[in-house]
């Protein structure tokens, strides 16, 4: 056994001892990178009605990614993850997948900015695990150079071992974030749109927060408790002061400005 192979054999009794704690983000981290060299991690579930579970996450003092830009990514981003591709690839639930991520594979480029020039990350892996009707991901990111192939080798060589590990966190914690509420989330796209056009009135936020969650005009006048012909006319007034005339262009707005 390699010495790196043996840095990390030493920690899995205290990651087991920490499985549903509030510590055990911290051990994976401590645990994996000095024998990978990442700098941020987070485990996510992609569920099957196209939306997004966040369950934990843990940084060094270097990384750039805020809580703010986590909220967003559950929010708006996610839907352009590329691991979403893989809730329909698996064959079994058993199943574990190594994924790599470098910027040269990413197509869209609001995505490709977002993750590579925004918040600095340089590669990223995801260990994959089909279970309780979704994806869960546990995203290993690299923000000074890209995984070196012995680091690779490692997680390619312990992947079902760590999804079994984060799995069970996941499941033994059984809490959701405390930012990943519904109305922190509309808070959370308001101050984003607030910052991107002072302009818009408070009534036009809630619209367009709401058009960047999913929500049909229907569902944004019940919500509202205002009529559907309201949700068009304060939809209109924004797009007008945003200088957009879709959907999409709301989206790539607050992908890509700032």
Not at 134 to 145: I, R, V
Request: with cysteine; net charge neutral.
């Amino acid at each position: 056994m390699t010495k790196i192979n043996c840095s990390f054999s030493d920690s899995l009794a205290d990651l087991i001892i920490a499985l549903g704690g509030v510590g055990f983000p911290s051990k994976l981290l401590e645990a994996l990178t000095p024998v990978t060299g990442i700098s941020h991690l987070s485990l996510v579930h992609l569920e099957e009605q196209d939306s997004v579970t966040y369950l934990f996450s843990a940084s060094d003092d270097q990384v750039k990614i805020t809580k703010t830009m986590q909220q967003l990514y559950l929010s708006i981003y996610y839907r352009l993850d590329p691991n979403k591709e893989f809730l329909e690839h698996f064959h079994s639930d058993a199943e574990v997948l190594l994924r790599r991520l470098q910027p040269e594979d990413i197509t869209d480029q609001d995505y490709r900015r977002l993750w590579y020039k925004s918040m600095g990350i340089a590669d990223r892996i995801s260990i994959l695990t089909r279970a309780d009707k979704g994806l869960y991901c546990l995203n290993l990111f690299q923000t000074k150079q890209p995984f070196s192939d012995q680091g690779i080798a490692l997680l390619e060589e312990h992947k079902t071992v760590l999804s079994a590990l984060t799995v069970k966190h996941a499941r033994l914690s059984g809490a959701l974030s405390s930012f990943m509420t519904r109305d922190t989330q509309i808070a959370t796209l308001m101050e984003r749109l607030e910052s991107i056009n002072s302009q818009l009135t408070k009534r036009e936020q809630e619209v367009c927060s709401r058009i960047l969650l999913g929500m049909s005009s229907e569902g944004i006048a019940l919500d509202l408790d205002i009529k559907k012909q309201s949700v068009q006319t304060y939809r209109k007034r924004a797009y007008s002061r945003l200088n957009i005339s879709s959907q999409n262009e709301l989206f790539s707005l607050c992908l890509t400005t700032g």
